[in-house]
Every structure is written in structure tokens, then in C-alpha cells.
């Protein structure tokens, strides 16, 4: 429930209006199905490295064993910051999101509220975490699947008037809107929709029995996910023209416009846009409650392995690292730039900011499966006795990291086609990746650090 809660969230239940728009249903559809084909490679190699090996550092760890302690440093502050960030983001739009009901309400006083909710639910203790994260993911669970319910029924003429048909995906350019530009366009939404998979290999440190149940979540989360997400945008593509003005303008700030409030009320749900706001609401804290025991717990690990201030490291009595948490929700109180240069603006940079350090992680999961590997085998290891074996390699590996770079190269690609090239946008696009090569290139020469050589990586359980 967390991997699958942390990757169902506003980029299902708004922008996937959005990219509709911009693709069309098809291309929509290719879109988030290649990029959760990357994703169920990703997971396969981290489930091999988390059952292996399962650490609260997870991929920070991995990084430094299997590639090298520069790398291992650049990867651990990046996802550090990625939802660090995140969560301040997910607290701007949880005060657009309040103004639904409460138009009146300076936006800054929810994001407090909401800061202090979440960072009372990390300090209590990982169960703590765990179980409200449940709670959380069972809400949008729910959502989605009613949803799907619905939506069937209603393209099949059961319900809420005669059947649409295929009418929406032939009408105008549909099904592929603006061809492969369109599709690259939508690369990193869906990137930053699927963000959130990876929580399974962090989780996995606190785990009972990371060994039994990291692999069944490996197995099940990735086709739960990429069933939600492949359903609904078929059912929203099947529902709602691409040309619908109200996919265009698809965000946080008007829920009576997203795709699945739409849906609701074409099938006669009453107050479905209250319905969808309290449930996106649940969705922005559940990420947000994410991002802050990921973000804490990543920075622990840091600072247990020397890589950030040791004490940072120290636990309390219920084993949570409240120093780590304290310097995390911090950088949560960006959120209060809301008040300086208006929330939706803010919104949009911090989300920026963050979404292409996702995919700079995931290629260091891949990076480091591929190595860890080599190295098991080059030291004498079969993969027979491995816990969890990836099923793709080397394939899968490679492959996952050869579309990473491809989304991360081509985020510059639907600016400069357009011939809207301007410095602003093409900053905010790259945003992420001076910043990762910085910390790697800057460590590297700070200390002089060298590759792992395979045949004395550390391949051990501990």
C-alpha cells in the first residue's frame, strides 16, 4: 500500500486531463505505458538489491557499494531533496485545494496546518507512518476503482446516457495528438506520476520481513498501479474529447475540472466535485506523508554513513530519527513562498525543481543493479541463491537506464519544437541535473574517491 500510495496521486486525478489534451488518448496512453514499462524494470532490479539487502539508505547504499561513495552521495542528496521538496509542493496544493470550501483563508495557514499534521504523524513512530499511509491509500484505491467501475458502465450505455463509443479516440487528431512531441511531452508527467514506486526498497529497512514481503509487493504493486493508470486515462479518453477545454485547464486549483470530477457527474454522482476534492485533498497528504518519512530516512542514512552531519543519525527511544525529520520539514516550509509569489507559481517551479530528480534516481537504481550483479558473479555468487532475481538481465537494466536518459535529454525537446525557446523554460526543465552533477562532480574531486572495483565490491547481506 505505500509504493502504491505513493504513486497514486494529483497526476492521476488531475493531470491526466492534461496530457489527454496535449497527446490525445492514444498518445496518453503510449506514454504512461512505456514509462511504466521502465518502471516495472526499475522495480524488478531494486527488489533484487532491497531483498538482498534491505537498508533505509536503500538505493543511496547501493550506489555506494556497487558504483562509487561520490555517486552514492550525489543519489542520496538528490532523493533528499527531490521529496523534501516534494512534500513543500504537495503543501501548496493542499491549501489550493482548501480553497474549495474555505475561499476566504489565507493559503499559508493550511500549509501550517498541514505541516504540523504530518510531521506529527513521522515522529510518532514508523508504525505510526505506516498506518496512516495505509488509510490514505485505501481512499484513492477506492476512488480509482469505483471510478473504473463507473466509466465502464457508462461507455458500455448503462449508465449516465447512450454510449460515447469509439467516437473520442477517431474525432479531430485523435488518437495521437502532436505525434511523437506530443508523447515526449508527457514522458515526465507520467515520470512524476509513477514517483513514489521506488518508497518499497526505502520501506524495506523498517520492514518485519523484508525478505517475504518486499518481493510480493514487487510482484503486485506494478501491475495494480499500471491497471489504475492505463484504466483511467482509457475510461477518461473514452468519456471526454481531447478538445474539451476543461482537460486543457486541468489543476489543483479548480477540482470541478478534473478528468475523474467530470466522469463522476456524467454518471450522476451527487457533489462529486466535493467528493473528488476531499479525496485529492487525501492524496496530496498521502505524498506528502511520503515524502517526508523518504526524505528523513534518506537523510538519516546519509549521516550515518558520513555523507551528511553525524548527528543527524540519532534516533529517539521509538527508533524515529527526529533531528533528520526536523531539518526535512524545514525545507517542507518553502511552502510559505506561497505568500510572496503566489501559490500557483510556486506550485509549478517546485514541482519543477523536483521531477527530474526522480528519473536521475531511478537511473542510479538501474546503474547500480547492473553493477551489483557483475560483481555477485564475478565474486563467486550464483544468482540461483539470490532471494528475489530480476527476470530481465542484463536487459532490463540497460534498458530502464537508456529511457531514463531519453526522458531526461528530451524534457527541452517539446520547447525547442514549438519554437518557445526561452531561457526560463529550458532552466526549469534542466533544473535538476547541474544540481546532481555538481554534488557527484564536486564530491568526486573534494576527495579524491574512485570507482568500485567489481571484484572487491561489497556484495555481503549486512
Same mark, same amino acid.
Given at each position: 500500500m505505500i509504493a502504491m500510495g505513493g504513486a497514486i496521486g494529483t497526476g492521476l486525478f488531475v493531470a491526466s486531463g492534461n496530457s489527454i489534451n496535449t497527446a490525445g488518448p492514444g498518445g496518453a496512453l503510449v506514454a504512461y505505458a512505456a514509462i511504466g514499462f521502465m518502471v516495472f524494470l526499475l522495480m524488478q532490479s531494486l527488489g533484487e538489491m532491497a531483498t538482498h539487502l534491505p537498508v533505509a539508505g536503500s538505493f543511496e547504499e547501493y550506489s555506494t557499494r556497487y558504483i562509487s561513495r561520490s555517486f552514492g552521495f550525489a543519489i542520496g542528496w538528490n532523493y533528499w531533496y527531490n521529496w523534501a521538496i516534494t512534500v513543500a509542493a504537495e503543501l501548496v496544493a493542499a491549501a489550493l485545494v482548501m480553497r474549495y470550501w474555505f475561499p476566504d483563508v489565507p493559503a499559508w495557514i493550511w500549509s501550517a496546518l498541514f505541516l504540523v499534521i504530518l510531521f506529527?504523524?513521522?515522529?510518532?513512530?514508523?508504525?505510526?507512518?505506516?498506518?496512516?499511509?495505509?488509510?490514505?491509500?485505501?481512499?484513492?484505491?477506492?476512488?480509482?476503482?469505483?471510478?473504473?467501475?463507473?466509466?465502464?458502465?457508462?461507455?458500455?450505455?448503462i449508465l449516465g446516457g447512450p454510449s460515447p463509443g469509439f467516437h473520442n479516440w477517431t474525432a479531430g487528431e485523435a488518437p495521437f495528438v502532436n505525434g511523437f512531441t506530443g508523447i515526449m511531452a508527457i514522458f515526465m508527467v507520467a515520470g512524476f506520476s509513477f514517483q513514489g514506486t521506488e518508497l518499497v526498497g526505502v520501506a524495506a529497512g523498517e520492514a518485519?520481513?523484508?525478505?517475504?514481503?518486499?518481493?510480493?509487493?514487487?510482484?503486485?504493486?506494478?501491475?495494480?498501479?499500471?491497471?489504475?493508470?492505463?484504466?483511467?486515462?482509457?475510461?477518461?479518453?473514452?468519456?471526454i474529447p481531447y478538445t474539451d477545454p476543461h482537460l486543457l485547464a486541468s489543476d489543483v486549483e479548480d477540482v470541478s475540472i478534473s478528468p475523474f470530477t467530470l466522469v463522476f457527474e456524467h454518471a450522476g454522482v451527487l457533489a462529486a466535485a466535493s467528493v473528488m476534492n476531499a479525496v485529492?485533498?487525501?492524496?496530496?497528504?498521502?505524498? +506528502?506523508?511520503?515524502?517526508? #518519512?523518504?526524505s528523513t530516512r534518506?537523510?538519516? %542514512? /546519509?549521516?550515518? $554513513?558520513? &555523507?551528511?552531519?553525524?548527528?543527524?543519525?540519532?534516533?529517539?527511544?521509538?527508533?524515529?530519527?527526529?533531528?533528520?525529520?526536523?531539518?526535512?520539514?524545514?525545507?517542507g516550509m518553502f511552502c510559505f513562498l506561497t505568500t510572496l509569489i503566489g501559490e500557483g507559481q510556486a506550485y509549478v517551479w517546485l514541482i519543477n525543481a523536483s521531477g527530474l530528480a526522480g528519473f536521475i534516481v531511478w537511473m542510479g537504481i538501474a546503474w547500480s543493479h547492473y553493477r551489483f550483479r557483475r560483481a555477485y558473479v564475478l565474486q563467486g555468487g550464483d544468482p540461483k541463491n539470490l532471494t528475489y532475481r530480476a527476470r530481465f538481465f542484463?536487459?532490463?537494466?540497460?534498458?530502464?537506464?537508456?529511457?531514463?536518459?531519453?526522458?531526461?535529454?528530451?524534457?527541452?525537446?517539446?520547447?525547442?519544437?514549438?519554437?518557445?525557446?526561452?531561457?526560463? +523554460?529550458?532552466?526549469?526543465? #534542466?533544473?535538476?541535473?547541474?544540481?546532481?552533477? %555538481? /554534488?557527484?562532480? $564536486?564530491? &568526486?574531486?573534494?576527495?579524491?574517491?574512485?570507482?568500485?572495483?567489481?571484484?572487491?565490491?561489497?556484495?555481503?547481506?549486512?
Amino acid at each position: 500500500m505505500i509504493a502504491m500510495g505513493g504513486a497514486i496521486g494529483t497526476g492521476l486525478f488531475v493531470a491526466s486531463g492534461n496530457s489527454i489534451n496535449t497527446a490525445g488518448p492514444g498518445g496518453a496512453l503510449v506514454a504512461y505505458a512505456a514509462i511504466g514499462f521502465m518502471v516495472f524494470l526499475l522495480m524488478q532490479s531494486l527488489g533484487e538489491m532491497a531483498t538482498h539487502l534491505p537498508v533505509a539508505g536503500s538505493f543511496e547504499e547501493y550506489s555506494t557499494r556497487y558504483i562509487s561513495r561520490s555517486f552514492g552521495f550525489a543519489i542520496g542528496w538528490n532523493y533528499w531533496y527531490n521529496w523534501a521538496i516534494t512534500v513543500a509542493a504537495e503543501l501548496v496544493a493542499a491549501a489550493l485545494v482548501m480553497r474549495y470550501w474555505f475561499p476566504d483563508v489565507p493559503a499559508w495557514i493550511w500549509s501550517a496546518l498541514f505541516l504540523v499534521i504530518l510531521f506529527s504523524l513521522n515522529a510518532l513512530s514508523a508504525r505510526a507512518y505506516g498506518e496512516s499511509e495505509f488509510w490514505f491509500s485505501l481512499v484513492k484505491v477506492i476512488t480509482v476503482v469505483i471510478f473504473l467501475v463507473l466509466g465502464v458502465l457508462m461507455i458500455l450505455g448503462i449508465l449516465g446516457g447512450p454510449s460515447p463509443g469509439f467516437h473520442n479516440w477517431t474525432a479531430g487528431e485523435a488518437p495521437f495528438v502532436n505525434g511523437f512531441t506530443g508523447i515526449m511531452a508527457i514522458f515526465m508527467v507520467a515520470g512524476f506520476s509513477f514517483q513514489g514506486t521506488e518508497l518499497v526498497g526505502v520501506a524495506a529497512g523498517e520492514a518485519d520481513n523484508p525478505r517475504e514481503t518486499v518481493p510480493k509487493a514487487i510482484r503486485t504493486v506494478f501491475l495494480r498501479i499500471l491497471l489504475f493508470y492505463i484504466g483511467a486515462i482509457a475510461v477518461i479518453g473514452f468519456l471526454i474529447p481531447y478538445t474539451d477545454p476543461h482537460l486543457l485547464a486541468s489543476d489543483v486549483e479548480d477540482v470541478s475540472i478534473s478528468p475523474f470530477t467530470l466522469v463522476f457527474e456524467h454518471a450522476g454522482v451527487l457533489a462529486a466535485a466535493s467528493v473528488m476534492n476531499a479525496v485529492i485533498l487525501t492524496a496530496i497528504l498521502s505524498a +506528502g506523508n511520503s515524502g517526508l #518519512y523518504a526524505s528523513t530516512r534518506m537523510l538519516y %542514512a /546519509l549521516a550515518k $554513513g558520513g &555523507k551528511a552531519p553525524r548527528f543527524l543519525a540519532r534516533v529517539n527511544r521509538r527508533g524515529v530519527p527526529m533531528l533528520a525529520l526536523l531539518a526535512t520539514t524545514l525545507i517542507g516550509m518553502f511552502c510559505f513562498l506561497t505568500t510572496l509569489i503566489g501559490e500557483g507559481q510556486a506550485y509549478v517551479w517546485l514541482i519543477n525543481a523536483s521531477g527530474l530528480a526522480g528519473f536521475i534516481v531511478w537511473m542510479g537504481i538501474a546503474w547500480s543493479h547492473y553493477r551489483f550483479r557483475r560483481a555477485y558473479v564475478l565474486q563467486g555468487g550464483d544468482p540461483k541463491n539470490l532471494t528475489y532475481r530480476a527476470r530481465f538481465f542484463p536487459i532490463g537494466p540497460v534498458v530502464a537506464l537508456i529511457m531514463c536518459a531519453v526522458v531526461i535529454l528530451g524534457q527541452g525537446y517539446s520547447l525547442i519544437t514549438s519554437g518557445e525557446v526561452n531561457a526560463l +523554460g529550458l532552466l526549469s526543465s #534542466y533544473l535538476g541535473l547541474p544540481v546532481f552533477l %555538481a /554534488l557527484w562532480l $564536486g564530491h &568526486k574531486v573534494v576527495t579524491k574517491d574512485k570507482p568500485v572495483d567489481l571484484l572487491t565490491a561489497d556484495v555481503s547481506q549486512h
